[in-house]
């Protein structure tokens, strides 16, 4: 399995201002997902962010709100932009550890509390 | 189109047996389930690759049925450590690269 961090594990922003959030692995891995889980609720994919290209993005979610970068096969970066109280959430990172197909594992960082004023 | 988990929630004693639910409404590759405590990451519990699989981690087993589209997890013998949220991801047939789409999520409270 892979160990995976993420910084800043918790946030308190201003509304209109933008923080991001790093997720590092121990190891590399081809595919990173980002999360975002609200309170009391399930997990929602934001974006799919794979080394050497663009991220792809679910519906409902765009790059002006939500960039991400991923430099290389260990680190991304996902900045929520603009921010208001409804991206009050827990952003989590994800990767799938090994690419021997679709049966990969899904691992998840300890996620970034996130609360806009 | 997010698939439904059922029961909701759900309160045992220690040492009784639960049965949770994962239903989809399109055709599946896989089934993951996870578990998650309050203010952690979710942690993997096992994978459902085939139908009519069922895969086992200590007390805690899961079934697959490929032709109904949907899991089912099975807590037995419930233990304290049980408590939690269990998700429910499932990886369907027709998407692409491994994405997840995980259902709402099933409460579990087990009390001594």
């Known amino acids: 399995s892979a160990v995976i961090s993420q910084k800043p594990s918790r946030d308190i922003c201003q509304r209109g201002t933008s923080l991001t959030i790093q997720c590092q692995v121990d190891?590399?891995?081809?595919?990173m997902f980002w999360y975002r889980q609200q309170p009391g609720q399930s997990l929602t994919l934001i974006a799919t962010?794979?080394?050497?290209?663009?991220?792809?993005?679910e519906s409902g979610f765009v790059i002006d709100k939500f960039p991400i970068s991923r430099p290389n096969l260990t680190f991304s970066t996902l900045t929520v932009s603009n921010m208001s109280p409804e991206d009050s959430s827990i952003y989590l990172c994800?990767?799938?550890?090994?690419?021997?197909?679709?049966?990969?594992?899904?691992?998840f960082g300890p996620g970034t509390r996130l609360t806009v004023l | 189109q997010q698939p439904v988990q059922s029961p909701q929630a759900v309160i045992l004693r220690e040492g009784e047996d639960a049965v949770i639910n994962c239903s989809s409404s399109?055709?599946?590759?896989?089934v993951h389930w996870y578990r998650q405590k309050h203010g952690e990451a979710p942690v993997f519990l096992m994978i459902?690759?085939?139908?009519?699989e069922q895969k086992g981690h200590e007390k805690i087993s899961a079934s697959f049925n490929e032709k109904k589209q949907q899991s089912s997890l099975y807590l037995t013998a419930s233990q304290l450590s049980y408590s939690g949220t269990y998700f429910c991801?499932?990886?369907?047939?027709?998407?692409?690269?491994?994405?997840?789409?995980f259902g709402g999520g099933t409460r579990v409270l087990v009390k001594p």
């Open positions: 991801g499932t990886l369907w047939r027709e998407a692409a690269g491994n994405k997840l789409t």
């Open positions: 962010a794979n080394q050497g290209s663009e991220a792809t993005y």
């Open positions: 994800s990767v799938v550890s090994y690419s021997y197909g679709r049966s990969d594992t899904q691992y």
């Open positions: 399109k055709a599946l590759y896989s």
């Open positions: 190891s590399q891995v081809t595919m």
């Open positions: 459902l690759l085939k139908g009519g």
